[in-house]
């Protein structure tokens, strides 16, 4: 059976929904397993943060095995293991047995998070692969915003809990259905020497022209030597590794996964009942997907590194906004309304730009014959900063409490507009094979220059 176009880009996605589903759940049942297990702030961290264990190993992992066997055979993989990792939170007697099952789940949740953006940016044309790529993000978000709604829904089941996590074994099985019916990435096919089968699958997404330059492209860039570690770290490729990795960083040490992962709480903690707190994340979340949805149709339509520039700034200005509602909090009616109003700008800040963003670029930036594995270890940077940030939000939030929190957050954001600036190179536009070329020559910095290359093709 031959995938229309839309529905390969569509079940290429579909891992981001599992992504967002599996991380954003935690954020309501979190509230019902701490007071059923009667765990501390420090242990309830260490259940939400555990499945970022289980992702730094996926990260590792799936997505140099993906050079090895395959990008089509580890999504069908990784649907497996967000299958059986559903499966087995639901049905877990204590907490021993859910962090097992959360950490098992995050292998999935890692390798998704490398392997989707670039399966995507592998068969997107350069003109849409912006747009294309962060239908991941996209699809993040729609998962995020079925997980606080099932937050809601089963908030009081007796099974509340158990029944939000086991749900997310039902897309899973979605998406390893739909990983049986996708077609291997061409740029991946070419490079094992099945040029006949890669070029049969661009021309069913592309024009027969534009199918026949492509894979001339593609046999040019994967006559190179196959990359291996120290390759990832070489000189002519330090560019990408400090773009990325920075990138990969400060992503989430702008705090992203305190908002994604604990807005009940800190909404919580300005006076709301449980109840209240996860309604609100519902519009949240709904919220989320709009403004992620009104990015990726634009996404092809400005610079990268401008998008990244302004998002930044914008999530500093909530932050320090929202440090500030805290300071101030005398009227509590109020102060829900303020707390309410500057999540979600930093949100929408974060959903239009570095959350698509910094996925498409990492999925973009590295020559093919290291793509996997750099993109494995990109992943991998990302996950441990998350685990970072998310295991000592609730130590941090009642030791320094969320005044000081958000203030530092704020300044990392502000950092992050600097460091775009000084080390990120533009990609909107450009071939992957074009990029990959000016890492050869060293001309990165020239790729920011929008008329010195094929660039104008995509505006």
């Known amino acids: ?210 199918a026949e330059a492509e894979i001339l492209e593609i046999e040019e860039q994967s006559h190179i030597e196959k990359g291996r570690l120290k390759d990832v770290f070489s000189k002519w490729v330090r560019p990408s590794v400090i773009a990325a990795f920075g990138l990969a960083i400060l992503q989430q040490w702008m705090g992203c996964n305190t908002v994604f992962y604990y807005a009940p709480r800190i909404l919580m903690s300005g006076g709301t009942d449980a109840t209240s707190a996860i309604q609100t994340q519902i519009f949240l979340g709904i919220f989320y997907v709009i403004v992620t949805a009104v990015a990726v149709s634009l996404m092809d339509r400005f610079d990268r590194r401008k998008v990244l520039m302004v998002g930044a700034l914008a999530m500093g200005v909530s932050f320090f906004a929202l440090s500030a509602a805290f300071h101030l909090e005398a009227d509590k009616s109020g102060f829900h309304l303020f707390t309410f109003i500057f999540l979600a700008t930093y949100i929408s800040s974060f959903c239009a730009t570095w959350g698509p963003v910094m996925w498409v670029m990492i999925g973009e930036i590295f020559p093919l014959q290291i793509r996997g594995l750099a993109v494995g270890i990109a992943s991998l940077v990302n996950w441990v900063a998350n685990w970072t940030v998310s295991v000592s939000f609730p130590v941090l939030e009642e030791t320094i409490g969320n005044v000081t929190l958000f203030i530092i957050f704020g300044l990392v954001c502000v950092a992050a507009v600097f460091f775009v600036r000084s080390f990120v190179f533009e990609t909107r536009g450009y071939t992957l094979e074009e990029i990959e070329e000016a890492l050869v020559k060293n001309e990165t910095k020239a790729l920011n220059n929008k008329n010195k290359t094929s660039a104008a093709k995509a505006i």
């Not at 999935?108 to 849409?128: D, H, I």
């Open 1 to 210: 059976m031959r995938l229309s176009k839309n529905l390969i880009y569509f079940f290429g996605a579909l891992g981001g929904l599992l992504f967002g589903y599996d991380t954003g759940v935690i954020a309501g049942a979190q509230i019902f397993i701490q007071d059923e297990l009667q765990l501390s702030n420090g242990e309830i961290g260490f259940v939400v943060s555990c499945i970022l264990i289980g992702a730094v190993v996926g990260a590792v992992l799936i997505s140099p095995l993906s050079d090895r066997y395959g990008r089509k055979k580890m999504v069908i993989l990784t649907a497996f293991i967000f299958f059986v990792g559903a499966l087995g939170s639901a049905l877990s007697p204590d907490v021993t047995a859910l962090i097992i099952s959360r950490m098992f789940l995050g292998i999935a949740v890692g390798g998704a998070s490398a392997l989707v953006p670039m399966y995507l940016a592998e068969l997107a044309p350069a003109n849409q692969r912006g747009s294309l790529s962060s239908l991941n993000q996209l699809m993040i978000m729609i998962g995020m915003s079925l997980a606080y709604i099932a937050n809601y829904v089963w908030r009081d089941s007796p099974i509340g809990w158990e029944l939000m996590l086991g749900f997310a074994a039902v897309p899973a099985l979605i998406l390893f259905i739909g990983g049986i019916l996708l077609p291997e990435s061409p740029r991946y096919l070419v490079k094992v020497g099945k040029r006949a089968e890669a070029e049969a699958i661009l021309l069913n997404i592309r024009s027969k022209s534009e």
